[in-house]
């Protein structure tokens, strides 16, 4: 109970926050322009990318899904950054705000009556320089913030899979965000 208070907190500190970023995007006409054609990305995943359930002790690999997530979509359209590839280099940094897998069972029988059963995921994402450190690439300065749903729900149709079905959204929307952003 008190996650979900708190969570409904953060959603709502997020959504007046949100609108900002999201005009923060959208002022800056520069953007795109800041991102030199051809381009890829790696992607790196922060926050609380562990969910452990108090009570039954279960862990999610939130942070992991996502980044295998995200990483697929970035492939399929062409755009995940490789060694050696003679792309401009760029990484998404993914700050994972908060995570609940809800309720399988509640969001079945009683989704359409609440939604204290949904799984929800909050995120913010910004797009950053590539800089190479120990064989390793890190997030430089930031170019831009990405806009994100901030917080995205499976109700009553996100049924058995929907605590998994919410990161794999959550990640392939930003990607699709990414492409329509800065590649299109």
Request: with cysteine; aromatic share 8%; net charge negative.
């Amino acid at each position: 109970m008190r996650f979900t208070q708190l969570l409904l907190g953060i959603m709502t500190a997020l959504l007046v926050a949100g609108c900002m970023a999201k005009t923060t995007v959208l002022l800056d006409k520069n953007a795109k322009e800041k991102v030199v054609a051809p381009a890829s990305f790696y992607l790196s995943v922060v926050g609380k990318t562990l969910y452990e359930d108090a009570d039954s002790k279960e862990k999610i690999a939130v942070g992991e899904i996502f980044q295998e997530e995200a990483s697929k979509k970035l492939k399929e359209i062409g755009a995940l950054a490789e060694d050696g590839d003679g792309k401009n280099h760029y990484v998404i940094l993914v700050n994972i705000l908060g995570y609940e897998p809800g309720n399988a069972a509640g969001r079945y029988f009683l989704g359409q009556l609440t939604n204290s059963f949904d799984a929800a995921i909050v995120i913010n994402a910004q797009l950053c320089a590539a800089v190479k450190e120990d064989g390793g690439v890190k997030a430089g300065e930031i170019i831009a913030l990405i806009p994100t749903g901030k917080a995205l729900h499976k109700g009553l149709f996100g049924g058995i899979g929907g605590w998994k079905t919410i990161i794999v959204d959550a990640a392939r929307d930003l990607i699709t965000t990414v492409e329509k952003t800065f590649l299109d």
